[in-house]
């Protein structure tokens, strides 16, 4: 089941946005992939308030994972905590991380996410 | 006019992705913000190349700006430089900037991108 969310700009007043910054141990970082990669497409398939997660790895460096996280708001974060596939990541992946980020973030041109969010529909 | 792009999965794979890790001289970041706002917008809405330009700032930092780019590819991304927009904007802001970092990336995983796509259509 695909739970469309197409945001108004007062919507995404509420959004929740953030930049995860997550070292990865290099012995495990296939292992941690392929945990990260069902995790985050559970997430977005299963959780409406999940808009967008979207795990990349620098090219140059590719125990530097990066993941961009867009929540319907603080309510759909703290419902993606509790979830079975959140609580497997999280419980199965905590021997791998060598550091973790958390990095709030504020969109500076709401209007544009919109314009994304034509574009690539 | 709104160019709609829902790239396959094999198309995902010609993809250029990038984190751009901006710092701002302070005096100049609301000033800086409306030029990239400018730019952005006019990146995402004009060129059918440009998938996301997803511009945010650190809350806890504002002049530390990050940018999500996703171009269809690397012929996409050149196009895109030589833009009256993007020249107007990287002569304009030049004097702004105290630090840029482009960090190249690779998507974990391209379906879950789809789903993605697919969800906030």
Chains 1, 2 share one sequence.
């Not at 140059?60 to 609580?87: G, M, S, V």
Request: proline fraction near 6%; hydrophobic fraction near 40%.
């Amino acid at each position: 089941m695909i739970l469309s969310f197409k945001p108004s700009v007062a919507q995404q007043k509420d959004m929740m946005i953030r930049i995860a910054e997550i070292e990865i141990i290099p012995e495990y970082l296939e292992e941690y992939k392929a945990i990260l990669k069902e995790e985050s497409s559970a997430s977005v398939k299963i959780e409406p308030g999940v808009i967008v997660i979207f795990p990349m790895y620098q090219k140059e460096n590719p125990n530097q994972i990066r993941l961009l996280e867009i929540y319907a708001n603080r309510e759909a974060y703290e419902a993606h905590l509790k979830t079975p596939h959140f609580q497997h990541y999280k419980s199965t992946t905590l021997k791998m991380v060598k550091s973790l980020k958390l990095i709030e973030m504020s969109a500076i041109d709401p209007e544009t996410m919109q314009e994304i969010f034509r574009k690539i529909k």
